[in-house]
């Protein structure tokens, strides 16, 4: 109940809220419905049109498929194996590095004082001069389809070589069908690099350096190339891949294209060229020391590397490359101690050669028992090449070129066709029951004399009735370095 004394403004004051706050809160109701109001517009609308745009994306262009890897069966247009391309460009340096520096300090440190710089400028300048043979012409001679007898022209000037960096692509040889073929052809440059290098070591100190230009460039065309095609190239007479091959010769790293084509080329040169004038004792057998420890690890990626993929059989040439070596220098060591009553450095790492040439054949088909025994033979066996033999016969192999090329390659192949092991390289030898691989095996070694010494004979002969092969008497006595080149090793 009002008490009719209390003034109606005072009962209303506070109680009635003004003008001005009627408006605020109008116009924040109004405010609110509104946002409310577009959100719900916006949420709608996006509801409406997601499936819309759900049901029509933007279509993707296809992604184009991915080149095949090269192997065996596909050669055109594909990826090769990364694994074995590296490895193989690893064996290409080691393999170089075997001739420069290493063939050069290992004869350099042999020859007298006066002949070392044109020693070590004959491995270089074959080095040089064989590179380009091979790109303009030797390399398809060898390794490119043609006939059984020589390989046909269709790489001359390296050209037709597919090496698509864009896409990633090559066509491979079939013979490397993992690598490129611009690295296949790099590594067997190497193996054509370094065997008529092996040459000069025979007629050290003697032969005019432009005769022996020309004797390598000749040697280098008509016979290593036709003989690495018997061996190695495709439908070879002497291929052991090719079912006519005349026979199946096992040649995993060069024992017939590389040693015993150089030894054999090196005694012809002996004998046409006649004995030096007057010898002496090494130069420097530390020299002879640091290139033979070059030779030896650089022949890793000889024998190793001619599996020309990073595999099982890769593995296992380098273990018995490994063990051969060391057991023949050792044998060599032995038997010179018993002989001379004094163990050389010069006889240890002749040693230690030896073994690296004779189980070059033998690398991939060869176990740890068969690498043993080709070392011990290689021992014995080169070491009287280099001292029984070559006085017997009486000619001047400087550098023992055929006592430790020639007889290790011959020892080396023979004992392939002995111990070669079906489970390490797919062919028996002797010892699984397979007698008539040192058949073959003597067969091909046959040939390759044959064949190397007729045509190493009339290159020589060519060269001796147009330039003249020796340097003359006064020459030879006052040394090759000076009077050739200009030049003294101090």
């Not at 040459?199 to 050290?204: E, R, V």
């Not at 070059?360 to 088909?365: E, H, L, N, Q, V």
């Not at 080396?412 to 095996?441: C, D, K, M, R």
Request: glycine share 12%; net charge neutral.
């Amino acid at each position: 109940m009002l008490h009719s004394n209390i003034p109606f403004a005072e009962f209303t004051k506070g109680k009635i809220p003004s003008t001005a706050k009627i408006f605020r809160s109008i116009a924040l109701a109004l405010f609110v419905a509104s946002f409310v109001s577009c959100f719900a517009s916006s949420l709608s609308v996006a509801q409406d049109t997601a499936p819309a745009a759900a049901a029509t994306p933007a279509a993707a262009p296809p992604a184009p498929p991915a080149p095949p890897a090269c192997d065996a069966k596909t050669q055109e247009k594909c990826t090769v194996n990364s694994g074995d391309t590296a490895w193989m460009l690893t064996s290409v340096a080691l393999v170089l590095m075997m001739t420069v520096p290493g063939l050069g300090l290992f004869y350099g440190g042999m020859v007298r004082k006066k002949n070392v710089g044109d020693t070590v400028m004959t491995s270089f300048a074959i080095t040089c001069l064989v590179t380009v043979l091979w790109a303009a012409f030797n390399y398809s001679l060898a390794f490119r389809g043609g006939t059984p007898f020589i390989g046909g022209l269709d790489r001359a000037f390296l050209q037709g070589i597919l090496s698509d960096i864009a896409t990633g692509t090559t066509n491979p040889s079939p013979l490397a069908p993992t690598i490129p073929e611009t690295v296949y052809i790099c590594f067997q440059m190497t193996f054509a690099i370094i065997t008529p290098a092996l040459i000069a070591g025979a007629f050290a100190e003697r032969m005019k350096f432009s005769a022996m230009l020309w004797f390598i460039a000749l040697w280098a065309t008509v016979v290593y190339a036709p003989i690495a095609h018997w061996v190695w190239g495709p439908g070879g007479i002497l291929n052991a891949g090719n079912d006519q091959a005349w026979f199946k010769v096992l040649d995993f790293a060069g024992g017939t294209v590389v040693h015993i084509n150089s030894g054999t080329a090196g005694l012809i040169a002996c004998l046409v060229l006649g004995a030096r004038k007057d010898s002496g004792p090494a130069h420097n057998i530390v020299l002879t020391f640091i290139g033979a420890s070059l030779l030896w690890v650089g022949w890793f990626g000889f024998n190793a590397g001619s599996a020309v993929t990073a595999n099982v059989q890769a593995g296992m040439a380098m273990l018995v490359t490994q063990l051969a070596t060391a057991i023949a220098a050792l044998t060599w060591m032995l038997v010179e101690w018993s002989m001379r009553q004094k163990p050389t450095v010069v006889g240890i790492c002749s040693g230690a050669v030896a073994g690296l040439v004779a189980i070059t054949p033998a690398s991939g088909f060869v176990g740890p028992i068969g690498a043993l025994v080709i070392g011990i033979a290689a021992g014995v066996f080169c070491y009287w090449g280099t001292t029984g033999l070559k006085h017997m016969f009486g000619y001047d192999d400087a550098l023992d070129a055929f006592g430790v090329h020639g007889v290790g390659g011959i020892v080396g192949a023979l004992l392939t066709g002995v111990f070669a092991i079906s489970e390490y390289g797919g062919t028996p030898g002797w010892i699984e029951g397979n007698p008539h691989q040192v058949i073959n095996q003597a067969a091909g070694i046959s040939i390759v004399l044959v064949y190397d010494v007729i045509v190493t004979f009339i290159i020589l002969k060519l060269i001796d009735w147009t330039i003249g092969l020796r340097v003359a008497q006064d020459v030879e006595r006052e040394g090759l370095d000076l009077t050739l080149h200009g030049e003294i090793v101090h």
